[in-house]
């Protein structure tokens, strides 16, 4: 049964997030944040569209929003890894990705993986999470050991009507997620912590900073749809639709040389992610 002694249990090696955007950490697992000792935050794109004509400024300035959010957490700007794709780009360098953090791992040999659920949402989220999982896959092809891969929400259309969904999961079967309800300290630290991003303001109103929500990371099928699509990405206007992203995933998947697991394959009970890919 997962639960937060896989993160937070002293003399535990590093644990490594990766996520698309500065802000997403928080949302996703900034409650945890001030107890880990040793942890590596990875972004994989710079949280500034190129569509902005100020760019470089915005990016400049997300970036220091996180580094403040990370020093409350005592995370220091060393261990704050930028990958540097532009914001809702993310989706057009999957195989980079994939290679670029599956080499990060054999670097940093992370004990736990946080990074994205796959929700249909946000073109970047789902890359994020292809990238990590084609990493570990990598990673297991080479016969290496492989962390724990465990994921949060951000957000989703709900299946039923297409509203958006914060704080819970697509429904998985036989992986039961673990809500953990957050100490008036770890609170306080994730609402100061929010605070830090302040070109953020109005979409983190919408995130809950009262318990925060895992689970072990599924083995997914990133060339079919998370849900029923009721509102693809294109609804708002990130540059891709889900049909587009899906071939993307598609090609990265050739490229990177192998399949992803067959759905059926993962309707297994409580499995870590290696056991899925063995
Ligand atoms: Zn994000």
Not at 48 to 53: L, V, W
Not at 86 to 91: F, I, P, V
Request: aromatic fraction near 8%; proline fraction near 7%; charge should be negative.
């Amino acid at each position: 049964m997962l639960d937060s002694s896989l993160w937070t249990r002293r003399n535990s090696g590093c644990i490594v997030a990766v996520v698309a955007h500065p802000d997403d950490e928080t949302i996703g697992l900034g409650g945890q944040l001030g107890s880990i000792a040793d942890i590596t935050l990875v972004h994989v794109t710079d949280g500034a569209p190129r569509t902005r004509p100020d760019w470089k400024t915005h990016a400049q300035i997300r970036r220091a929003e996180l580094l403040a959010a990370a020093a409350m957490a005592g995370i220091p700007e060393h261990s704050c890894l930028e990958l540097g794709v532009a914001d809702q780009e993310a989706s057009m360098h999957l195989v980079e990705l994939a290679c670029f953090l599956s080499r990060l791992l054999d670097q940093l040999r992370p004990e736990v993986v946080f990074t994205h659920t796959y929700e249909g949402a946000h073109p970047d989220h789902d890359a994020t999470a292809f990238a990590i999982h084609n990493a570990i896959r990598l990673r297991v092809e080479r016969g290496e050991k492989t962390p724990d891969l465990i994921e949060f929400p951000s957000y989703h259309h709900r299946p039923r009507d297409g509203r958006i969904e914060t704080g819970t999961f697509l429904p998985w079967p036989y992986i039961e997620p673990f809500r953990m309800v957050l100490s008036k300290e770890a609170r306080s630290l994730k609402r100061r912590m929010l605070s830090c991003f302040q070109t953020q303001k109005e979409r983190l109103a919408n995130f809950p900073d009262d318990a925060e929500i895992f689970r072990v990371a599924p083995a997914y099928d990133f060339t079919n749809a998370p849900h029923a699509e009721l509102s693809p990405y294109g609804a708002f206007r990130w540059g891709v639709t889900g049909r587009e992203w899906r071939r993307l995933a598609r090609h990265a998947q050739q490229m990177l040389g192998s399949s992803m697991p067959l759905m059926a394959e993962a309707k297994r009970p409580a499995p870590l992610i290696q056991d899925w890919y063995e």
